[in-house]
């Protein structure tokens, strides 16, 4: 038997973690916690705004792996918003766009399309 319980209004609402301009292995823990706070409120969907993002190291997307992981632990769906060329180049070179849905618009990542 499936254990369901309603989903709070709060929980519905998408959350937005907005990343900072560089991501790597200074500040990579400090977001990874960010973003698992935001999937532990359990939260159906939340979203890493990558907008101002202009690059990511290697700690920064192994950090992005393991929150899309615990998220799916929590139920969540993790999405990028990331529309910066040089970043998307990265995560296509290193596979991680196959695992990580990504969207360039806001409005494609609320959906769910593009």
Same mark, same amino acid.
């Given at each position: ?24 292995? %200074? ?13 532990? *409120? %359990? ?14 190291? $290697?700690? %920064?997307?192994?950090? *992005?792996?393991? &929150?899309?992981?615990?998220? &799916? ?30 969207? $360039?618009?806001?409005?494609? &990542?609320?959906? %769910?399309?593009?």
């Amino acid at each position: 038997m499936v254990d369901t319980e309603p989903v709070t209004p709060a929980q519905a609402q998408p959350v937005i973690v907005t990343l900072p301009a560089e991501i790597d292995m %200074g500040n990579a823990p400090d977001i990874g916690k960010q973003l698992a706070a935001a999937c532990a *409120l %359990g939260v159906k969907l939340v979203i890493a705004d990558m907008t101002a993002t202009t690059f990511c190291d $290697s700690m %920064g997307i192994r950090m *992005l792996l393991l &929150a899309w992981r615990r998220a &799916a632990e929590h139920g969540t769906d993790l999405r990028l918003l990331l529309p910066n060329p040089a970043v998307l180049r990265v995560m296509g070179v290193l596979g991680v766009d196959a695992v990580l849905p990504v969207y $360039s618009t806001l409005e494609e &990542a609320l959906a %769910g399309v593009g």
